[in-house]
């Protein structure tokens, strides 16, 4: 079966950095990924989608990429701010299967002034 | 903005009892899911619903759980005879009809079994 993992140590930056996240996965390419942002104690808020077949896609400050070669997504927030501390999850979706997603562990950013 | 409501926000129940956790999915949407996750742990996908029936559902769905949209605004999960391993943070989800296949979480329900 496929996973989705991500590096479960936290990542701690300086406001106005760029922050990287990852997104693994094995075996075969998933056609959607999905990242959402988590605050503790509240439900998953969705930020960005992007297809298979798409190498990059932005969002404001954000910026998610697909690399079908590596098996691996990057999630890339520019000149981080100490709001956007969080965790962020990374979410495969399964449109042929009810749009379920699978999420990996989600990578905690710590965002400091 | 329409949100995706929970209640109750925390249940506490003791092991064996039956619990019904539930959602009011945003009026418009179609898909409606049930996710749970433990303290520390993943998001894991439960059940997903389309259509008034269940159209996946995962190996932790078993007899024991079982989902209902009674009245066409609510969206129930109801758990028969709680376990101690049942304790975690349930989210109800639901999708629109945009091309982002956007999941809305609502805010979760805390439910410990002692």
């Known amino acids: 079966s496929q996973k989705i993992e991500q590096n479960s140590e936290a990542l701690n930056i300086q406001e106005g950095k760029t922050a990287t996240l990852t997104c693994n996965y094995t075996n075969y390419s998933p056609a959607y990924l999905q990242w959402y942002r988590q605050d503790p104690g509240r439900g998953p808020v969705f930020l960005l989608l992007?297809?298979?077949?798409?190498k990059e896609k932005r969002k404001e400050r954000l910026k998610v990429t697909f690399d079908t070669t590596l098996k691996q997504s990057l999630f890339h927030i520019t000149a981080s701010q100490p709001a956007d501390s969080a965790t962020y999850l990374c979410a495969r979706l399964q449109s042929n299967a009810g749009n379920m997603l699978t999420f990996g562990g989600g990578t905690r950013l710590m965002v400091k002034p | 903005e329409p949100e995706v409501t929970q209640t109750p926000s925390h249940q506490v129940t003791q092991m064996g009892q039956e619990v019904i956790l539930r959602c009011v999915p945003i009026s418009n949407h179609l898909y409606f899911y049930w996710y749970r996750q433990i303290l520390g742990q993943k998001v894991e996908f439960l059940v997903s619903f389309y259509n008034n029936e269940i159209s996946e559902k995962s190996e932790i769905f078993d007899d024991q759980f079982s989902v209902e949209r009674p009245d066409g605004s609510n969206f129930t999960l109801k758990i028969r005879s709680t376990k101690l391993e049942d304790s975690a943070m349930y989210f109800c989800a639901s999708i629109g009809t945009s091309g982002n296949y956007e999941q809305y979480f609502g805010p979760g329900t805390r439910l410990t079994v002692t």
């Open positions: 992007i297809r298979e077949n798409e």
